[in-house]
């Protein structure tokens, strides 16, 4: 599960945080649980917008842009479309470029991997 929050800075520029808490692990023979710190993550988001850069219609976005979490720093790259006021569709890859504990193991390995998002979004300015 994934709640992104982006503020713009402009037109092209956006600041933000996501929260990020994994849903359905399975639990192995002898191996406890994921526990909560395992599941979660929080991460500050930098996005550049590139969709009225590029003369994209007003209602689609293209975005790269860098987060800094609680598990690593990386990148993401996403598109969104919005169908009317305010709501749309979003995808989003996203991947580590340094983890803060490269000796990680079994858990710890879980907010440390490429995932891919795809959901609804909001524009609550609309």
Same mark, same amino acid.
């Given at each position: 599960m994934v709640t992104t929050l982006d503020y713009g800075? *402009?037109?092209?520029? $956006?600041? *933000?945080?996501?929260?990020?808490?994994?849903?359905?692990?399975?639990? $192995? =023979? *002898?191996? =406890?649980?994921?526990? $909560?710190?395992?599941?979660?993550? !929080?991460?500050?988001? $930098?996005?550049?917008?590139?969709?009225?850069?590029? *003369? !994209?219609?007003?209602n689609i976005d293209l975005y790269p842009g860098l987060n800094l979490g609680l598990k690593n720093f990386g990148a993401h790259v996403g598109g969104r479309v919005f169908f009317n006021k305010g709501f749309g569709l979003f995808t989003e890859a996203q991947f580590p470029i340094a983890k803060y504990n490269v000796d990680a193991i079994g858990y710890e390995r879980l907010n440390n991997q490429f995932s891919f998002n795809i959901g609804v979004t909001f524009d609550l300015g609309k």
């Open positions: 800075l *402009g037109q092209s520029f $956006f600041i *933000g945080a996501q929260a990020v808490y994994l849903l359905g692990i399975k639990s $192995f =023979e *002898g191996i =406890e649980k994921p526990g $909560f710190r395992d599941r979660f993550d !929080l991460k500050a988001r $930098f996005n550049a917008n590139l969709g009225s850069v590029i *003369g !994209l219609p007003a």
